[in-house]
């Protein structure tokens, strides 16, 4: 069974919440069992698309195309697959009429320039969506490719109603491939396979394999069987084995990031959090309110860049900044003190750093990062050092935060 | 000219930072006139690298993988581009030193199981890193493979002194290709066509096409040229009237995002900024310092979650709260007002909304926004509607803020 392979159309080098679609289409089909091969980003150009879309057709499998709607990239999405199909393209009556319509949503007639976006290959049928712009598909060389229109708000509509269902119907035809992610936090690649020896390369129904993702390790379980009722079984019978090897260096499965678990523990056991940036500058708090319901557990946030704002808005004393800088333990704990306190949140989430490229010292190098967490459990500083560029240890340093805070919640 | 392929080996539907290294990759290409044709993360099965990497090398140009360097996935890189390049895999001594180096600088003798690390493809060139992992090159099928080591901390080190030169020699043989991207914001696909009508479709050395990329409509202008300076020159003469035909809606070029040209604005005017969030959750923020140097002119910021927070924190009355509802535009404003009050800052960014999928109403709907802007040319509240999901929206509530604090310190 091929992969279902994801080309978004866009720039390949450039994105503002890079390719927040594609990821999002990639996830709906693991849902159901359907292996995702690749995800792509193409630059919107008909060489470089042709290149990428000529190979993938050869599969068979099912192929996804994200395009948008208007612009250029729907013009080249059209006529490249209607080369590599082999057929014309053709004004769809219908399509003509579904985009009058959109227009008309919005006030307005359809420009006729704006007519052209009815072109369609020949044999392509058409996706219909509750109120927005359509998508289609078309059997090309063996595959099916499915054409979406990007940034539509109906986008979320197309791909359950009509990619999932097609998607499904062609990974079952050949089995099913279902697998299991384990995310750990806090183990390296070679610890990690030192657990797991009695896995690792071996046969059998399930492969058990190390990844890395974003300096994490991840754990893939993948049972390859005819049908999806094997392959569930497979799982189930292997899945808690491994995961105990792991023990609560594994925060989560699948979807389930370091947010989403701390988000259901703070609910499990009804406390909420504040949080205090230095370093992060807002990142703590921009992932846990990412997660639907974080109104609940997430009071409220501070991001203190400067020394005044520590003082003002946690309490920190100015004298505890000018004895251990404002990047130490003493100030990380007391920022962690002053975000449950200004909160009046039984759990307190606290990071100052050096997040680069300027700034660091040969005692406090860029990378070093101190974490503060108050917790029913007390509370407890770390002192990290994490490299790679500025955005890189924002992250790591929420990683590392939010971990402790998973930690402190689980004791 | 074949524009490069980076190709990370990951999981294709699930991400941290996405893929942070492939965009950086990319964008140091492009920083060299070197075209990235796609940039795809691509599933760590055999089955699925080598149906990516095969068609990849027929190009002839060049084809980047980053993979962990750790973990299975550098054996299936390893595995697939000796069997494509038709060669055998033999141990490099060199690499075993560096490898055993490695291990040492952690104190650690290199485990006999992780020899197999220094496997490489027959013919493969070490491409060495000041201090750390290497990466390798092979000559596979006419076309440069470079192999670099994901999330090592020397992978822009590597990028820097083997790849980019590489890349470019490849490049410049065949001529090179120089874009640039114009960047808007507040603009339709439509209303962009139509001012750019008089270059769209046109011949000339430079092309010029309308791409849309997160909703945001970027118009990209194309040179192509046997020289460098020839390309540049293009670029030059055509870039200032299709720039001037866009006006102020254009927020920057290439790299450029809102929260670069922002920060740029702040620190010319010598002004700085407060944020107060609520359904962006820090994201603002999180953006704004994502910008090396922003320490100078981001003061605080506040995420505010609860009615309380609003009140504690930013001083708005709890009546105009239970008068108008903690979603509407006397909020944002007094929200923004309160921000410049507690950072002592002459501009103050505000955003109240209804991130979804729960709390809507029929007044204000899932993706209602309010933005409050102060800064020295007053206070402006806008209200806007938002299509898409909690982060989709999120991201366009930030989009509008810091356009918004744009068009403001443009004022």
């Given amino acids: 069974m091929t992969g279902v392979r994801i080309l978004t159309v866009g720039v390949a080098e450039l994105a503002g919440r890079d390719d927040a679609a594609g990821l999002a289409v990639a996830r709906a089909l693991r849902a159901d069992g359907v292996p995702v091969a690749s995800r ?17 057709l050869e599969g068979g499998g099912v192929v996804v195309v994200l395009a948008p709607p208007g612009g250029s ?18 004004l769809s009556d219908r399509l003509l009429d579904l985009l009058a319509a959109d227009s008309a949503r919005r006030g307005r007639a359809l420009p006729r320039r704006l007519e052209r976006l009815a072109l369609l290959p020949q044999g392509a049928q058409l996706w219909t969506a509750p109120d927005g712009l359509p998508g289609w598909a078309l059997e090309a060389r063996g595959a099916l490719v499915a054409v979406l229109p990007l940034d539509a708000p109906d986008l979320s509509a197309l791909v359950e109603q009509h990619l999932r269902p097609a998607a499904r119907d062609r990974a079952g035809a050949g089995g099913v491939a279902l697998v299991s992610l384990l995310r750990t936090a806090g183990v390296s690649a070679a610890d990690a396979e030192e657990r797991l020896a009695p896995w690792l390369g071996k046969e059998g129904p399930v492969t ?45 499965v699948d979807g389930e990031s370091l947010e989403v678990v701390v988000g259901a523990l703070l609910r499990e056991r009804g406390l909420s959090v504040s949080t205090a940036e230095s370093c992060t500058g807002g990142l703590v708090a921009h992932r846990l309110t990412n997660i639907p319901g974080s109104s609940r557990y997430v009071e409220r946030g501070v991001v203190v860049y400067s020394n005044e704002a520590k003082t003002d808005l946690l309490g920190v004393p100015a004298d505890l900044i000018r004895a251990h800088g404002a990047v130490s333990a003493p100030v990380a704990e007391a920022m962690a003190r002053g975000a449950c306190r200004i909160g009046g949140t039984a759990c307190g989430v606290a990071i ?6 300027d700034g660091g010292s040969p005692e406090k190098p860029v990378g070093t990062v101190f974490v503060g967490v108050a917790s029913p459990a007390g509370v407890e500083v770390r002192r990290f050092r994490f490299a790679g560029g500025r955005e890189a240890v924002k992250w790591q340093s929420a990683q590392a935060a939010l971990d402790m805070l998973r930690r402190a919640l689980l004791a």
Same sequence: chains 1, 2.
Avoid: H, M
């Fill in 208 to 252: 058990v394999s190390c990844l890395v993702v974003d300096g994490e390790v991840w754990v893939r379980l993948l049972a390859r069987a005819p049908s999806r009722a094997v392959a569930e079984a497979a799982l189930i019978a292997a899945g808690p084995a491994v995961r105990e090897a792991l023990g609560t260096d594994c925060y989560g």
């Fill in 352 to 357: 100052t750093g050096i997040a680069g490229p």
């Fill in 40 to 56: 792509a980003v193409v630059d919107e150009d008909e060489g470089a698309l042709e290149a990428a879309l000529g190979p993938a």
């Fill in 73 to 90: 990239g729907g013009d080249i999405v059209r006529r490249v697959l209607a080369r590599l199909a082999g057929v014309r393209l053709v």
